[in-house]
């Protein structure tokens, strides 16, 4: 038996850096420094657990739709031990929002081929949180989403999700999409030995035309949401400074009960 996982993962800026919008008031991803999402990591480390625990053999391809430099994710992933990559680029990608990143992931992952899609919980930009749903239902296929553990055995996968007041236990039959969070488990770095090896595994470039998508379907002109407004965060103004002379309590209380905080 074989099992083909494809994992979906999703090249973020980097959160440390400055981050700005472009004058379209898309996210601008040309001038900032990227990376795999952290989010990603645990899906990545969840489909090499199962390859692991397996008798079967397991294949793990990691997709992602993204710029050129989406690529750098790719390579991380490779790294970490995932068999082969995707990567799906287009310029009219441009302004895509989440439904339409579900269609381009929908067709890539039914051209690649799969038993099982693994996702992150959320990005960790956009943070939405929707896409493994919305391609459990472009596929057709039962979703098992927000799963702290995962496994796969006969045809079935399984999982638990953990809630605030009560965790449940989860089945679907395969093919299926879940969804990891970051309780799942740590993800591993990358041994220098993996780091080497992905420099040899293969990454397929697939753009718009070899998924049957046209332009209008994705980017802005596709986009059902569209952003009106943006404006930077003001900058922080500097903190109140309480010195004590003797009614430094009651200054502190003071501020504290004119903010309403007491
Ligand atoms: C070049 C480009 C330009 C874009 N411009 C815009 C824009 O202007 N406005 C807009 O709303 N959106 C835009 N997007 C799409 C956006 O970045 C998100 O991918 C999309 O909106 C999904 O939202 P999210 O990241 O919050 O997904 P979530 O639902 O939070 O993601 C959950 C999981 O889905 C998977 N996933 C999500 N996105 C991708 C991806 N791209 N590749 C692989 N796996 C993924 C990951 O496993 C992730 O952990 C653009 C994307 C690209 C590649």
């Keep these: 038996m074989s099992l083909r996982i494809v994992v979906t993962v999703k090249y ?9 919008f472009a004058d379209d008031l898309t996210v601008d991803r040309d001038d900032v420094d990227g ?17 692991e625990n397996s008798d079967d053999d397991v294949e793990i391809t990691v997709l992602t739709v993204g710029p050129e430099d989406a690529k750098d994710a790719l390579r991380k992933a490779l790294s970490m031990g995932a068999d082969k990559a995707i990567h799906v680029e287009d310029d009219d990608l441009h302004g895509t929002d989440a439904i339409g990143t579900s269609l381009v992931l929908a067709k890539a992952i039914e051209k690649a081929g799969y038993d099982l899609v693994i996702s992150g919980m959320a990005s960790t930009d956009g943070v939405m949180g929707v896409v493994p749903a919305l391609l459990a239902e472009r596929l057709g296929v039962p979703q098992v989403t927000l799963l702290s553990e995962v496994s796969v055995e006969d045809g079935t996968v399984t999982g638990r999700r953990d809630g605030d007041a009560a965790s449940e236990q989860l089945q679907a039959s395969l093919p299926a999409v879940v969804s990891v969070t970051d309780q799942s488990g740590e993800a591993r770095y990358p041994s220098f030995k993996g780091i080497m090896a992905a420099k040899k595994k293969p990454v397929q470039s697939w753009d718009l035309s070899d998924l049957d998508l046209e332009a209008e379907e994705v ?38 009960a004119s903010q309403k905080f007491i």
Aim: glycine fraction near 10%; proline fraction near 3%.
């Design 12 to 20: 973020v800026p980097d959160a440390t850096g400055d981050r700005h």
């Design 35 to 51: 990376l795999l999402s952290e989010l990603d990591e645990y899906a990545v480390e969840q489909a090499l657990q199962i390859s």
């Design 219 to 256: 980017g802005l002109e596709g986009a059902y949401t569209v952003v009106e407004s943006a404006a930077e965060r003001p900058a922080r103004t500097a903190g109140t400074i309480v010195k004590d002379e003797g009614e430094g309590g009651k200054q502190l209380a003071e501020f504290l």
